[in-house]
Nanobody, 126 residues
Framework: TQKLVESGGGSVQAGGSLTLSCVAS?????????MAWFRQAPGKAREGVAAIYLGGGPTYYGNAVQGRFTISQENAELTVHLEMTNLTPEDTAVYYC??????????????????WGQGTQVTVAS
């Protein structure tokens, strides 16, 4: 049973916007302090999109989305949102939420994440 619950995926025209959400409340006893989004496009490796240290910590973004995507935490909850604007067909991918604790290495290192969501499809039409 997936305990990272993702929502908000769908289809949009180029230039449009979508917001993804990820709830990790099932892991509230694990000390999660870092949550992130990764994505995998068809035929490509999974890549880091954005990450946030919870509780007012720093945020990080992949080069491809810098300036267009915003990751945020909802109040003090184990819930993060990924607001995606000015979407292009190159953003089409399955987006995965990930969470971990006590990681101080590079945020895009996938092996650092203990928990993963099932993925949500984002399709951007030209």
């Amino acid at each position: 049973t997936q305990k990272l619950v993702e929502s908000g995926g769908g289809s949009v025209q180029a230039g449009g916007s979508l917001t993804l959400s990820c709830v990790a409340s099932a892991y509230s006893d694990r000390g999660i302090d870092l949550m992130a989004w990764f994505r995998q496009a068809p035929g490509k490796a999974r890549e880091g999109v954005a990450a946030i240290y919870l509780g007012g910590g720093p945020t990080y973004y992949g080069n491809a989305v810098q300036g267009r995507f915003t990751i945020s935490q909802e109040n003090a909850e184990l819930t993060v949102h990924l607001e995606m604007t000015n979407l292009t067909p190159e953003d089409t991918a399955v987006y995965y939420c990930a969470a971990t604790m006590q990681w101080r290495g590079n945020w895009w290192q996938q092996y650092a994440y203990a928990y993963w969501g099932q993925g949500t499809q984002v399709t951007v039409a030209s």
